[in-house]
């Protein structure tokens, strides 16, 4: 009822019932209207005017402030009420807050049901079902006894509403955990739940979440790997297990001979005695590379002097044993025959070596002194005797050489150097960049300035935009320096990127994804390339590269997180560091 609609002191039922239309005089009318109708249908519908007396009873206890109530007629339907199994005005008693909105549309509704069906009455096409008649002109919100078979349809009693237990007729309040008997229409009480052994509180079981399938598994490379044994590599297995016991091998050609070698060399624990007899066996030997030769003494070093008199190249890893009387011995003997001396990681080597060395192999074109701990900037001033040198790699030392030393070297051994290596001097600058290798480097093809982070993105793209008189490079490492980006990267490949074949760019996070798009159009010879942390690499970055770059082998992509197992791949190429392969 509104607010503003108060008329008198009327109470609300009252005011409802006006809203209405609802009045003594309507039921009046209604009732007179009934009673012609029953006349003209004849004694079978007796049956069905009971019933809607009854209906009228109940009507006209709702209109008792009105003072239309009739109290014989009003105490025969609370007993008919009583019969049924189910006291609606209980139901209404025990709600707490009725809703008038569902009341007054379920009034009108049956109001409307009553006028078709009395129309139907008087032309005579409705001739029965007494039952039906009842329950469909019954105006009051109460649930039939049919209701209770069906406890989840909109009929079904509320939560919080006092009904009869079917089992054992006592009143009891219906809670969502209510269920209906199974033998009976109606609801059970909690006892009688109890009795029967159902469990009312037991939840209903939830459907087991049917498991995705499992995802394809993600082709990383497309060569097979060979999964049986070979007649020939079983037959090596055995050689090197029992290399003591064979006396000759006869002619099992070069590549199962090199097999045999690297089983032997990765069995066996190389020692002095070893390293004697194989220049013993070997003395035609020109060149004699040696990884990871812990073992070597300074007795096996010149045992090498003595005879291996053809001996000119000399690589060697990691021999940590060699005094400087060993290095000198070796040196004095054939240093002047040497033309590539290349040691890394050698603490003992000093600057009386580099003396002899410098003074006796005039003929060096070869010379690397990566990872020496004595190297320094007071050994610029011998290394510039060596003026035929076309290889120098003085990287990664214990301390940086600085920008003046190294400015003062390659004004010496610039012109004539191709290949140059200066990773990890960490005290370098554009200043080198700008000095030393721009004005003196003419026939350079392999440049590594890997991990010095002082290099700017404006020194690179300088250098590569103004380097004119040197031709393009063959192979580049600028790995880890974080400096560097965009700018660099386009003047690099203007510069070098027709004959590029070799880049490593790993760490530079701030090249765009526009640029990186542009390599493999600048530099379609690419064979290997390095993109690891450069955030701007993705989908689209590789696909232009594989689209591009025919001959490309071999793709690192480590901390590129847009590129997913999505990428695009080809036979005989291989792509490392894409981050859903790891999870395969």
Not at 235 to 245: A, L, Q, R, S, W
Not at 464 to 486: K, M, Q, V, Y
Not at 509 to 519: F, G, R
């Amino acid at each position: 009822m509104s607010r503003n609609n108060v008329r008198g002191p009327t109470s609300a039922l009252t005011e409802f019932l006006r809203e209405q239309g609802i009045s003594a005089r309507s039921i009046v009318q209604r009732r007179r209207a009934e009673a012609n109708n029953n006349a003209e249908a004849g004694p079978s519908n007796n049956a069905n005017a009971t019933v809607e007396n009854t209906e009228d009873v109940g009507q006209n206890e709702m209109d008792g402030e009105n003072g239309v109530e009739d109290p014989v007629q009003a105490s025969v339907g609370r007993r008919k009420r009583r019969k049924s199994g189910y006291n609606s005005d209980a139901l209404d008693g025990s709600d707490k807050q009725p809703s008038v909105s569902k009341k007054r549309k379920l009034t009108k509704a049956q109001m409307e049901t009553l006028k078709a069906k009395e129309k139907k009455k008087a032309k005579g096409r409705r001739k029965g079902n007494d039952s039906d008649d009842s329950e469909d002109s019954d105006i009051y919100n109460a649930l039939s006894k049919g209701g209770f078979n069906n406890v989840g349809a909109s009929k079904a009693p509320l939560p919080g509403t006092i009904v009869d237990c079917v089992e054992c007729s006592k009143k009891f309040t219906v809670t969502k955990y209510t269920i209906p008997s199974r033998e009976k229409s109606g609801l059970l009480c909690h006892v009688c739940v109890k009795s029967s052994g159902v469990d009312p509180f037991k939840k209903t079981p939830v459907p087991r979440k049917r498991k995705d399938p499992a995802e394809k598994r993600k082709v990383i490379s497309f060569e097979e790997p060979e999964r049986v044994n070979t007649l020939a590599s079983m037959c090596i297995d055995v050689i090197g297990k029992h290399i003591e016991d064979v006396e000759a091998l006869g002619d099992i050609g070069t590549l199962n001979m090199d097999k045999i070698a690297k089983l032997i060399a990765k069995n066996r624990n190389l020692q002095n005695d070893a390293f004697c007899t194989l220049s013993s066996l070997n003395p035609n030997l020109h060149s004699l590379r040696l990884d990871f030769c812990g073992r070597l003494t300074d007795n096996a070093l010149v045992h090498w002097a003595e005879h291996l008199p053809s001996l000119t190249r000399i690589e060697l890893l990691g021999p940590f044993l060699v005094r400087v009387e060993g290095w000198k011995a070796f040196l004095e003997r054939l240093g002047p025959q040497l033309q590539g001396f290349l040691i890394t990681q050698s603490p003992r080597f000093d600057e009386s070596c580099l003396e002899i060395l410098t003074n006796v192999a005039t003929n060096l074109t070869e010379l690397r002194f990566s990872e020496f701990g004595k190297l320094s900037d007071d050994w610029v001033e011998s290394l510039g005797k060596l003026t035929n040198l076309t290889s120098l790699d003085i990287s990664y030392p214990s301390t940086s050489l600085n920008d003046d030393a190294l400015v003062t070297l390659l004004n010496s051994l610039g012109s004539n150097l191709t290949h140059l290596n200066l990773s990890g001097n960490s005290d370098l600058s554009d200043v080198t960049l700008l000095t030393g290798i721009l004005p003196n480097m003419k026939r350079l093809d392999s440049l590594s300035l890997a991990n010095v982070p002082l290099v700017t993105d404006a020194g690179l793209a300088q250098l590569f935009t103004e380097w004119t008189d040197n031709p393009p490079l063959e192979n580049i490492d600028l790995s880890r320096n974080h400096l560097a980006g965009s700018s660099a990267l386009e003047a690099l490949l203007t510069h070098s990127g027709q004959v590029l074949t070799t880049l490593n760019i790993n760490g530079w996070k701030d090249a765009s994804t526009t640029v990186l798009l542009d390599i493999g159009k600048k530099a379609p010879g690419l064979v290997k390339i390095d993109l690891g942390w450069c955030r701007g690499v993705d989908n689209f970055v590789i696909k232009e590269l594989l689209d591009a770059c025919g001959n490309l082998q071999e793709v690192k992509c480590y901390g590129c997180n847009r590129v997913t197992t999505d990428c695009p791949q080809r036979a005989l190429l291989k792509i490392f560091g894409v981050e859903g392969h790891s999870r395969n």
